[in-house]
């Protein structure tokens, strides 16, 4: 277990962080392209109750299946809404 999670370059799968510049808007967390800032609200949900300082990685190993899918459908709507002219938050990547 590492001594502290960075929000921003955290990964569950490796459990150690892993150093990205702030321009990179996506992270490949296992086989999988994630969004940085959804998956920094998915290491949110996952912290430990108990202390408010910890992860409990066990969890968001269980958890990650479900959120990926979640995570996928949400990215393909936004990227309809993009296709459609609407506007989205630059920053987020898409």
Known sequence: MIS????LTYSHIE???????????????GDNKIQRDLYSAYIIKNVNIEDR???NREKMIEEFEN????HKKEIERLENLKKRKHKLISSFGI
């Open 53 to 55: 300082k910890t992860i």
């Open 67 to 70: 959120f990926n899918k979640s």
């Open 4 to 7: 502290k999670v960075y929000l």
């Open 15 to 29: 459990d150690e962080n892993q150093k990205k510049p702030l321009s990179e808007r996506w992270k490949i967390i």
